[in-house]
């Protein structure tokens, strides 16, 4: 979130809840469930509520364990595409995308935005080599894929209503930053919101946006014209991004937090193991 400003990491933005606030429902059939208590153990539970008895050590098939490092893996390879296709290119992974999207837990306009936005850049900026799970690892943060407080995302990638972020007026530990083009026009103080499912600041997006559904607009709540954007943006600021310095530098240049980083690479790691989070 807020690209080119320092701004530290918030649990209550967008997308913004850990992945270890989670509680996962491992089976439900009539009477009793599986129940995660931490720490990989399960707890068997009536429909009531008591505690019946220690569960067994697996529930169903294992999740596979999220794996350490930085940067995060690049998860499942994108098919060959054409990228110069008229129209939303993104279209030709539907298939890749439904295939994964149940299990991730990503809507899969989504998908398809992230895995384009890679395979661009792989084209244009081989040296980079930014995968798409993270650009899903940040997507998660920043707006749960376009989906937070609501909004949805539309065939041609547009998510409504738009996501935007808290107003930056100066609260404790948020940035001051004020519209100052709105400010003149309203008579009244108006402070910047960050803008779209990768919340991007109004300035960058001026500077780096980019259209990526061939609708001739390069839109911050198209969550393609988004993807590709905070992709080049990322491999801009980071350069290779296949290196533990290079991921770090870009992670914190699009935001200055290594709370936020370690979330989106933790996020990011899960995906590319197959995980939701």
């Known amino acids: 979130m807020l690209p080119d400003i320092a701004k530290p990491y918030r649990s209550d933005r967008p ?3 850990s992945v270890t606030d989670r509680r996962p429902i491992c089976r439900h059939s009539g009477l009793v469930r599986f129940v995660e208590s931490g720490a990989g153990a399960w707890i068997l539970r009536a429909a009531g509520g008591a505690l019946v008895a220690l569960a067994v ?3 169903g098939a294992p999740l596979p364990p999220i794996p350490d490092g930085i940067p995060p ?3 499942d390879p994108v098919p060959a595409m054409d990228l110069d296709a008229p129209g939303r290119t993104a279209n030709q992974l539907q298939d890749w995308a439904q295939q994964r999207s149940g299990t991730l837990a990503i809507p899969v306009p989504a998908l398809e935005a992230y895995g384009y936005a890679a395979a661009v850049l792989a084209r ?30 539309g065939p041609e990638g547009t998510v409504a209503p738009p996501i935007r972020g808290i107003p930056l007026d100066g609260s404790p530990g948020v940035q001051r930053i004020v519209d100052t083009e709105a400010t003149a026009k309203s008579g009244t103080t108006v402070y910047v ?11 960058t997006w001026k500077r ?14 198209n969550i393609d014209d988004a993807a590709l954007t905070a992709a080049r943006y990322l491999c801009a ?8 310095a290079g991921w770090q530098r870009a992670l914190n240049t699009y935001n200055e937090s290594n709370e936020y ?17």
Request: with cysteine; net charge neutral.
């Open 208 to 221: 780096w946006g980019v259209d990526a559904n061939g609708d001739g607009v390069a839109d911050p709540d």
């Open 73 to 75: 893996g690049p998860g």
């Open 15 to 17: 997308g913004g809840k």
């Open 124 to 153: 244009s900026r081989p040296d980079c080599g930014i995968g798409w799970t993270t650009l899903a690892g940040i997507a998660s943060v920043e707006s749960k894929h376009g989906t937070h407080a609501g909004s949805r995302i």
């Open 261 to 277: 980083m370690m979330e989106v690479r933790n996020r990011a790691a899960a995906y590319s193991v197959g995980r939701r989070v």
């Open 57 to 59: 050590a697996a529930c």
């Open 193 to 203: 919101r960050a803008m779209g499912p990768f919340q991007f600041l109004p300035e």
């Open 237 to 244: 600021s980071g350069g290779d991004l296949t290196t533990p």
